[in-house]
């Protein structure tokens, strides 16, 4: 994980984070949720994850209207199948979603953290 190539990277999308990721990172931040560990940022091979919990193998993606290419969404799926590869989850969420339902998205991120 956080391979060293994507390190200045990571930083830059920490630093640049959208204010969906921020809101969203406040209520994943310092075991917040459920107690389980997240990390924001975090490199997995090739790919740059939003929030990783490796207790629980779990990304969670935010997706702004970026995603909403054919292009974004193929290279999305391929994220995706390689995550499940090594066994990782992934939960997405749209960044309008977080602001309307964030209760809803925090469940279904503690749900899905703490099934096996």
């Known amino acids: 994980m956080n391979p060293s190539w994507s390190k200045d990277r990571r930083r830059e999308l ?3 984070e959208t204010l969906a990721e921020g809101f969203l990172w406040s209520h994943l931040r310092d075991r917040r949720c459920g107690g389980i560990k997240f990390r924001r940022q975090v490199g997995i091979g090739p790919y740059i994850a939003d929030f990783y919990a490796s207790e629980s193998k779990l990304v969670v993606e935010l997706d702004g209207p970026i995603h909403d290419t ?3 969404r193929a290279y ?3 994220r995706e199948r390689y995550f499940k ?3 990782i989850r992934t939960l997405r969420f749209k960044n309008e979603d977080i602001s309307v339902s964030m209760e ?3 469940k279904k991120i503690l749900a ?4 096996p």
Do not use: C
């Open 14 to 16: 920490r630093v640049n």
């Open 70 to 72: 054919f292009e974004a």
């Open 76 to 78: 999305d799926l391929e």
């Open 85 to 87: 590869e090594l066994g």
């Open 104 to 106: 809803e998205i925090v």
């Open 112 to 115: 899905l953290a703490v099934a």
